[in-house]
């Protein structure tokens, strides 16, 4: 069982930025990928972005060139920078773990966070 305890959300204006971040715990050695999606009230979740332990990352096309997602394998947390935020970006963003890149990447991991809030209004 791996536990995920999101922060940094919360109202930016358009234009800002925000750093999501998310801290593992539990089973982590079983966590190969950890990634983000988010979910607007009444649509599905949608994938913003993952990354390998080696590194290798997938963004979601409406995220790229302003979001990066990072990690600290020694300290078992995932990072979301977002830069130039729209309102659209406007939903509940979790944090995804899973062993399958594969799983994760089609929207199933086993690992879910709570979720935390980004508001993106003036």
């Known amino acids: 069982q791996v536990q995920l305890v999101e922060s940094g959300g919360g109202l930016v204006q358009p234009g800002g930025s925000l750093r999501l971040s998310c801290a593992a715990s539990?089973?982590?050695?079983?966590?190969?990928?950890l990634g983000w999606y988010r979910q607007v009230p009444g649509k599905q979740r949608e994938l913003v972005a993952a990354?390998?332990?080696?590194?290798?990352?997938n963004y979601a096309d409406f995220v790229k060139g302003r979001f990066t997602i990072s990690r600290d394998n020694a300290k078992n947390t995932v990072y979301l920078t977002m830069n130039i935020l729209k309102s659209e970006d406007t939903a509940v963003y979790y944090c995804?773990?899973?062993?399958?890149?594969?799983?994760?990447?089609?929207?199933?991991?086993?690992?879910w966070g709570q979720g935390t809030q980004v508001a993106v209004s003036s």
């Open positions: 539990g089973s982590i050695v079983s966590i190969n990928v």
């Open positions: 995804t773990a899973d062993p399958s890149e594969l799983r994760l990447l089609q929207g199933n991991p086993r690992n």
């Open positions: 990354i390998t332990r080696g590194g290798s990352t």
